[in-house]
């Protein structure tokens, strides 16, 4: 298919960005810094300090992220996790996996945590509430942190979409006890294959997660309890504090081409947007995915593809529907209705702001404007 409009473009990435990187990797690699070498230990500064965090610790993605976070916060049978069933599995899957029952709330209007349904679904058995912030976009934190108060419950948010966004002028990921971020390369901020980080205040639990991420090692020799290999790997690291100098102006790109959209989508009857990147003064989005609804989702699919636009469903499928989950017993109507109608449109900074007129032409026509 010879794509005009990519959902992602790697290659047009790599050939904007061969001249700096280039430079980076063979220096890194020349100088023999493979494993939890100075490139790390900057990436992981550096990084903190963009998120206005204490403390960051690489990872190798953000499953595992949770993972060392689940074990650090022994997280076990009898502990119930709260969260959404419209996410990436991997939210939820760490804590699953150690013996924790999922507790699911449904979404609002913007596709994230509806909030209001927190005091319900929270019980003294709740351990970790983990609001995600989806599409770029952060869950209501002052909600989720009075639930997660009234039964002394611990937030971790799952910011693997969100590095950059704010709310009420407050990082996303600054807000619970730690965040958890993905570098899988078609994120925000992406790596040259997997990678993730864990941001976090609390000096002891951000030792803690250097210790588990490998072997549980103090020092080369000295190990002090059971431990994963969970390692950012060191050219990963280097890759990625480039591409992290560079993060401001491709979030403030990614929130010009939802402005382009929002202007072109607008009012289109049959079609809902997210919210604009103007339109809600207690939030600043970066605009990691630009998922719209409709009723006719599937036919307006192949009508983009035929106008040689690619388009992405993240989650066909609800995760209380995926047979051999056990979930079968969840009814989250809204989650249900979304998966059935939602379509993410491109939205990555190789874009062109004649891309997003070709896009969005194509829509207009599928409604007939
Ligand atoms: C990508 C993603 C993850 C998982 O990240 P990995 O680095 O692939 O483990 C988790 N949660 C959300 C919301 C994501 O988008």
């Known amino acids: 298919m010879d794509w005009r409009v990519r959902f992602v473009d790697y290659p047009e990435q790599w050939r904007r960005q061969r001249p700096e990187l280039l430079p980076i990797i063979e220096d890194t690699i020349a100088r023999g810094d493979l494993m939890l070498r100075q490139q790390l230990h900057a990436f992981e500064e550096h990084l903190a300090a963009f998120n206005h965090s204490a403390r960051g610790v690489g990872v190798s993605n953000c499953t595992d992220g949770l993972r060392l976070l689940a074990h650090a916060l022994d997280v076990g049978p009898g502990d119930e996790v709260v969260s959404v069933a419209h996410t990436f599995i991997a939210t939820v899957s760490p804590f699953v996996l150690r013996g924790a029952k999922p507790v699911f709330v449904d979404i609002g209007p913007d596709h994230l945590m509806d909030t209001a349904q927190l005091a319900d679904a929270v019980t003294e058995r709740t351990k970790v509430i983990i609001p995600v912030h989806l599409n770029g976009r952060t869950v209501d934190m002052h909600a989720v942190a009075k639930a997660a108060a009234s039964v002394g419950a611990t937030v971790i948010e799952d910011a693997a979409q969100a590095l950059g966004a704010t709310f009420d002028g407050r990082t996303a990921g600054t807000f619970g006890l730690a965040s958890t971020y993905s570098f899988y390369p078609a994120k925000l901020l992406g790596a040259l294959g997997d990678g993730g980080a864990v941001l976090t205040d609390d000096q002891e639990l951000a030792n803690r997660l250097l210790r588990l991420r490998d072997h ?41 081409l939802a402005r382009r959209y929002d202007e072109r989508l607008r009012g ?35 009508h983009l593809r035929a106008d040689g636009v690619e388009t992405l469903i993240s989650w066909p499928i609800p995760m209380h529907h995926q047979r051999g989950l056990g979930l079968e017993n969840w009814y989250l109507p809204r989650t249900e209705e979304l998966c059935e109608r939602v379509l993410s449109l491109p939205m990555h900074v190789e874009l062109e702001d004649w891309q997003i007129d070709h896009v969005a032409d194509s829509v207009r026509r599928f409604f007939g404007e």
Do not use: F, H, M
Request: charged share 35%; hydrophobic share 30%.
């Open 216 to 256: 549980g090692r103090v020092q080369k020799a000295e190990i002090d309890g059971w431990g994963y290999n969970c390692r950012l790997d060191n050219l990963q690291a280097a890759i990625l504090d480039y591409r992290l100098s560079q993060l401001p102006g491709w979030i403030e790109r990614r929130r010009e």
């Open 268 to 302: 289109i009857d049959g079609l809902q947007i997210p919210v604009g990147p103007d339109a809600d003064p207690q939030r600043r989005d970066v605009y990691q995915n630009y998922p719209v609804t409709t009723d006719e989702r599937d036919r307006l699919v192949e």
